[in-house]
């Protein structure tokens, strides 16, 4: 997990969203190896990350790129649906 999470915190400006999402993981992973070792009277420390603190810029920058890659996604979205529709429109209007 330290491994993932350092590549999430290493990446956050360009996968600000992913990133979050893989230390929330690990953390919530963590909490349950926690309690889990506590079942077992296994005597352990609880583990714990933060995600990546960001300067103001890069925080603005990070920010940026994700709407951008949101938007992108979206649009992929909608560009395939409207093939779909178009190719079964095209194939509805096709003679038996």
Excluded at 33 to 48: A, C, N, T, W
Aim: hydrophobic share 40%.
């Amino acid at each position: 997990m330290d491994v993932a999470v350092g590549t999430a915190n290493a990446t956050m400006v360009w996968n600000r969203t992913k990133s979050l999402e893989v230390v929330e993981s690990a953390n919530h992973l963590a909490t349950g190896i926690y309690d889990f070792h506590g079942l077992l009277r296994i005597e352990s420390d609880p583990q714990s990350w933060d995600a990546r603190q960001l300067g103001r810029g890069a925080d603005i920058g990070s920010q940026a790129i994700q709407v951008v890659k949101d938007k992108r996604t979206v649009v992929a979205v909608v560009g395939l649906a409207s093939l779909a529709l178009r190719k079964k429109l095209q194939d509805e209007q096709q003679p038996s």
